[in-house]
């Protein structure tokens, strides 16, 4: 585990379920139609039960770059924020701003509902097939300057699905942050 201050809030990597997290809010790498899939969206659905579905699928869909919110169904979390990341292409058909968009927004509906955790997935790097390195690079660097902006947030997580992911993410951070 890594764990560094961001003004007051925690920003912290760990390797483990996102599905089992103790937080205000876990994030769900969604698709744009809310409707399940695979990877962390299929484990946060059999994990939070049928609810989470029936919520998510009032909205109608989620554009590619923004976030929806619903509550957590059985899971231990509250809430379960349903971001939807870009497929990857090349690097150069917008998917960067779309990726940090997706992290963006979920900061953003996390302070509008007075949530002080909020644990993200690898958004992206899965079927969507984002490169690790990369993604890492802009969801902490995104992830970081949201929390000196919201210091109401007092902890943003990172649940890394194996150790290919977590050294990606802990290789990125020691870049961002080098230390004192």
Not at 36 to 42: A, E, F, N, Q, R
Not at 57 to 86: D, F, M, N, W
């Amino acid at each position: 585990m890594m764990r560094v201050r961001i003004n007051g809030s925690w920003l912290e990597l760990v390797e483990g379920d996102i599905t089992q997290q103790e937080v205000d809010a876990v994030v769900n790498a969604a698709n744009p139609s809310l409707r399940g899939g695979g990877g962390v969206d299929g484990a946060i659905h059999r994990a939070g039960g049928p609810q989470i579905m029936a919520e998510a699928q009032r909205y109608g869909g989620c554009p590619t770059g923004e976030a929806r919110i619903t509550s957590g169904g059985k899971l231990k979390a509250r809430y379960v924020i349903h971001a939807v990341g870009p497929i990857y292409r090349d690097g150069r058909s917008g998917e960067a701003e779309l990726l940090a968009s997706a992290y963006r927004y979920s900061m953003q509906l996390a302070s509008e509902h007075r949530i002080e955790s909020i644990a993200f997935p690898a958004i992206s790097t899965g079927a969507y097939g984002y490169p690790l390195p990369e993604a890492a690079t802009i969801a902490l660097r995104t992830v970081i300057a949201e929390l000196r902006q919201r210091p109401e947030i007092k902890l943003a997580r990172f649940v890394l699905f194996g150790r290919n992911a977590y050294d990606a993410f802990a290789a990125a951070l020691q870049a961002l942050l080098p230390p004192a």
